[in-house]
């Protein structure tokens, strides 16, 4: 009987050590899992990218003053912006699209795999063949940018054509039909100033198309050439105002 008893008693005390042990464990509470990428539209006509909810909301509170872009071995800087509800890429993305050259829309892949904000990036299409889903006979060329700034508003002078346009102004008769976006087509004729040196011009309809446009100071206009129709197309971008 003692030799039960022991027994008994020895079960009795595993059982409590077992009990004990067993409501010590703590369980890991639930995360959700990292987002490591996302897509976003870069648009040839602004100079900011939207970032997804589902990603930026991995930032909060604490979000990033800055993040990184890396392609083809070098990295840019790029400033981040809240607005509201909604959080943006902002200062940084005009240099990164003249360094690459993205005169078109395209699509960006973003991947984040050791660092929530250093991106890898991947365009779609691929930066050698942006044609923003043109047919071949509608294709274009980008020509130049202006940038416009205070003085150009403030005292303004004719538009000077650089070099790079003067064979596709030959091409087209010394006359410039731009296609504009939902607006019926601008008709600027070319003339020469300055006789000696034989710069080419736009004049009275450069100043009417600032008057019309109501442009800031930051604003761009780009040039394009439709090579087959020997026609121009032009696209603003704003400065995004952020009292809106």
Same mark, same amino acid.
């Given at each position: 009987?003692?030799?039960?008893?022991?027994? /008994?008693? +020895?079960?009795?005390? +595993?059982?409590?050590?077992?009990?004990?042990?067993?409501?010590?464990?703590?369980?890991?509470? =639930?995360? @959700?899992?990292?987002?490591?990428?996302?897509?976003?539209?870069?648009?040839? /006509?602004?100079?900011?990218?939207? *970032?997804?909810?589902?990603?930026?909301?991995?930032?909060?509170?604490?979000?990033?003053?800055?993040? @990184?872009?890396?392609?083809?071995?070098?990295?840019?800087?790029?400033?981040?912006?809240? =607005?509201? +509800?909604?959080?943006?890429?902002?200062?940084?993305?005009?240099?990164? #699209?003249? /360094?690459?050259?993205?005169?078109?829309?395209?699509?960006?892949?973003?991947?984040?795999?050791?660092?929530?904000?250093?991106?890898?990036?991947?365009? *779609?299409?691929?930066?050698?063949?942006?044609?923003?889903?043109?047919?071949?006979?509608?294709? $274009?060329?980008?020509?130049?940018?202006?940038?416009?700034?205070?003085?150009?508003?403030?005292?303004?002078?004719?538009?000077?054509?650089? @070099?790079?346009?003067?064979?596709?102004?030959?091409?087209?008769?010394? =006359?410039?039909?731009?296609?504009? $976006?939902?607006?019926?087509?601008?008709?600027?004729?070319?003339?020469?100033? /300055?006789?000696?040196? #034989?710069?080419?011009?736009?004049?009275?309809?450069?100043?009417?198309?600032?008057?019309?446009?109501?442009?800031? =100071?930051?604003?761009?206009?780009?040039?394009?050439? #439709?090579?087959?129709?020997?026609?121009?197309?032009? *696209?603003?971008?704003? #400065?995004? @105002?952020?009292?809106?």
């Amino acid at each position: 009987m003692p030799s039960e008893l022991s027994t /008994d008693s +020895t079960k009795t005390s +595993t059982s409590s050590d077992s009990s004990t042990t067993t409501s010590k464990i703590e369980y890991p509470t =639930h995360t @959700n899992p990292l987002i490591l990428q996302f897509t976003a539209v870069f648009h040839n /006509d602004m100079d900011i990218i939207e *970032v997804p909810t589902f990603y930026h909301q991995q930032w909060a509170p604490e979000y990033p003053e800055f993040v @990184n872009f890396r392609y083809d071995g070098t990295i840019y800087q790029i400033r981040l912006r809240q =607005h509201r +509800t909604k959080v943006y890429f902002v200062k940084g993305l005009k240099e990164f #699209r003249k /360094d690459l050259s993205i005169y078109e829309s395209v699509i960006i892949k973003f991947l984040a795999c050791n660092n929530k904000s250093m991106f890898d990036l991947y365009f *779609v299409p691929s930066l050698e063949c942006q044609t923003c889903g043109r047919p071949e006979v509608m294709s $274009r060329q980008h020509i130049w940018a202006l940038e416009i700034t205070q003085s150009i508003l403030g005292a303004p002078g004719p538009l000077r054509l650089p @070099n790079c346009a003067m064979t596709h102004v030959n091409a087209c008769g010394q =006359h410039m039909t731009i296609l504009r $976006r939902f607006e019926p087509p601008l008709q600027w004729n070319v003339v020469v100033v /300055d006789g000696g040196v #034989r710069r080419r011009y736009v004049v009275q309809p450069w100043y009417q198309f600032l008057a019309d446009n109501d442009f800031s =100071h930051g604003d761009e206009v780009s040039f394009y050439y #439709r090579i087959i129709d020997k026609i121009w197309e032009i *696209v603003i971008r704003r #400065r995004k @105002n952020w009292e809106y």
